[in-house]
C-alpha cells in the first residue's frame, strides 16, 4: 500500500469541474504537461456520482456551474467526507464570493488565468494537505 501512496503522491490527481468544454480541454492539457493526473467533469452531478475519489489530490470547480455553484458542489463533497482541498476559478469574482469563499478556507483564481498561476495554487494547496 506505501507504494501506491506514493505513486499518488508523486502523480496527484487534480479533479477538474467545468460546464465549458473547452476550458476542460485546455486545463487537461496544460495541468497534465506540469506531471498531474486530471479527471475532468461537465458538472456537479458527474462529480457527485463519481464512485472514488482520489485520496490525495485537488479539486478545481468553476464557481459558476449549472444547477449548483462551486461552492455548493464543495460542501456537499464535504457533507459526503471529501476531503480534498479545493480551488475556485470563476471569470466574475464578486466581494460576496470573495468573503464566502475566504471564509471557508478557499482560495479563489480569477479566469483569465497563466496555466502556471493554477498549477502554483494547486501545489501550494497540495504541500497543506500533506502537512495535515
Known sequence: MEAADSVSRDKPT??????????LRSLK???EL????VRTYADATEVLNEVTLPPFGCLVIDYDLPAVNGLELLQRLRNGQVRLPA?????????????????AG???VEKPFFNHT?????RGALERQDRH
Open 118 to 122: 493554477l498549477s502554483d495554487s494547486i
Open 34 to 37: 506540469e506531471g498531474f493526473s
Open 29 to 31: 492539457f496544460s495541468l
Open 14 to 23: 487534480v479533479i477538474v469541474v467545468d460546464d465549458d468544454p473547452a476550458v
Open 106 to 108: 478557499i482560495p479563489i
Open 87 to 103: 480551488i475556485l476559478i470563476t471569470s466574475s469574482p464578486s466581494k460576496m464570493l470573495r468573503e464566502s469563499a475566504a471564509a
